[in-house]
């Protein structure tokens, strides 16, 4: 390696150039140097030889373990940690170290080249079985839209038929504040509401965030739940907004089996329920509006999912309407399904429509239709994150989900065998369908969030002005980050 120097990123050149080993003819390596200012990319290395290994190959009785080898000195495990900009010709990586790499590469098929053999590496460290069509079919789905291998230029054009970008009105400015709320306590959860107001959790307190164009922004107001009388303060496991955004339901922290309803206005339990389906405790792990318009109605039904159970639950008690009480009441069960194996359902969101999406501890996320919920008609399976936190936009075209590394944006509208649109909460979604793509955090901000966990990740609302939810919102750490969806 020669002497580290600063530079800007450097201009592509014609050159082509293979995968896995390379001699490292026109790649070079980058590392980003933080510094007060915030940081900023040198040059590492002019020629940088690259080289995938087995760090397992001595030992029979071992699965594989790649690692990417980056001329002498860096040793890198192959993980879901990289991203890849084709147009730009690069590809980022971090280290367990904290460390952030970037490989140019001198043409776009080379790096192309560089992202198959990476994902099919990073398939065998997943399942532990070679990358190959039958492996393949047989982990993901013989119609699986994950882009295992690189993304087809089929799914890039559906990709771009629906990426129209919002005309910004002139009075509006992007704001990008984070919201200030309490320095160095860790983000929750995150509601985004349809009005004015949006919420989020921080410890035993929830912050008031203001809706604007491009994101929320802190109104430096916050409040404690008043929790009912003989408990202690708790922080919030789960919220749902509902009755026109005035009240709040909220999972207890202690396996959900009871269910706190909130006054916003002045932060107090009103009435506290349990869930039991014949007699038994019926504990829930989410919970969503029977659709994502229904928090503005004074609705009382709305869904919940166990780590097999989809659920349907009545607050209007059977001896009337509750108010005050002095212990909880049964939430009534008013329908769902109940699964024979563990599917470790873990977040749940619905769209304006009804149509319902779950993820699920091993990555899985499974789309319903608005008629049943007996049954996905789709199934995307994961490549083993799990999936913390799930959204879909009011029309149902787009579905968001969270892991700990990156944000997976599925597209789920597509054209069926007749040429007729459709979606995959009402079909099974197959090779049709687009690929799904991730979103990471820019490399250059990764040493700030220090390994913190990306959590929370949501569609803002459709506005008043008609605009479409073109902006993700998620938490990470004590920060909040903001993508510009369009």
């Known amino acids: 390696m020669g002497q580290q120097q600063s530079t800007a990123a450097p201009a592509s050149s014609s050159a082509a150039e293979g995968s896995g080993e390379s001699s490292g003819v026109g790649i070079k390596l980058f590392k980003f140097q ?230 916003i206005e002045t932060g107090k339990v009103v009435s506290e329920w349990s869930f039991k389906k014949d007699g038994v405790d019926a504990g829930m792990i989410d919970l969503a509006n029977e659709t994502r318009g229904a928090q503005l109605d004074d609705r009382d039904t709305f869904l919940g999912i166990g780590n097999k159970r989809i659920a349907r639950w009545d607050m209007r008690a059977p001896e009337g309407v509750v108010q005050e009480l002095s212990s909880p009441s049964v939430m009534t069960w008013d329908g769902g399904h109940d699964y024979k194996t563990d599917v470790a359902f873990n977040c749940m969101a619905t769209s304006g429509d009804g149509y319902v999406v779950i993820g699920s501890d091993d990555g899985q996320i499974r789309l319903y239709g608005n008629k049943t919920l007996t049954r996905a008609n789709t199934a995307i399976p994961g490549l083993g994150g799990p999936i913390t936190a799930v959204d879909v936009t009011y029309d149902g075209k787009w579905v968001l989900a969270t892991t700990k590394n990156y944000l997976m944006v599925v597209k789920t509208t ?56 073109r902006w993700i919102v998620a938490s990470c750490g004590n920060h909040t980050v903001l993508w510009n969806f369009g």
């Open 34 to 263: 933080q510094n007060a200012a915030g940081g900023q990319w040198e040059l590492y290395s002019a020629n940088a030889d690259t080289n995938f290994y087995d760090i397992n190959e001595d030992s029979a009785s071992k699965k594989k373990d790649w690692h990417l080898e980056i001329g002498s000195d860096i040793d890198l495990p192959v993980t879901d940690q990289f991203s890849v900009d084709a147009v730009g010709q690069r590809v980022t990586l971090a280290a367990d170290t904290g460390a952030v790499y970037a490989l140019k590469f001198p043409s776009t098929a080379a790096v192309q080249l560089f992202e198959q053999d990476y994902n099919s590496r990073l398939f065998e460290n997943t399942f532990g079985v070679p990358f190959n069509a039958k492996n393949r079919d047989e982990k993901l789905g013989k119609d699986s839209i994950l882009p295992v291998g690189g993304e087809t230029a089929e799914s890039r054009e559906q990709w771009a038929e629906d990426m129209e970008t919002d005309v910004r009105p002139v009075k509006e400015e992007i704001r990008r504040d984070r919201p200030a709320g309490q320095a160095g306590k860790e983000v929750h959860g995150v509601r985004l509401g349809a009005g004015d107001r949006s919420y989020l959790v921080r410890d035993k307190q929830i912050e008031v965030l203001k809706n604007v164009y491009g994101g929320v922004q802190s109104t430096g107001v916050s409040f404690d739940v008043t929790p009912p009388k003989g408990q202690q303060s708790f922080t919030p496991n789960k919220l749902m907004l509902m009755n026109r955004e005035r009240r709040m339901n909220m999972l207890s922290p202690s396996g959900g089996q009871n269910l706190y309803h909130t006054d």
């Open 414 to 469: 597509y054209k069926d065998k007749g040429g007729k649109e459709t979606n995959g909460f009402k079909s099974k979604m197959g090779a049709r369908a687009p690929a799904p793509r991730l979103l990471r955090l820019k490399a250059e901000d990764q040493p700030l969030l220090q390994g913190a966990p990306l959590r929370q990740g949501k569609f803002t609302w459709v506005t008043e002005a008609g605009r479409d939810e």
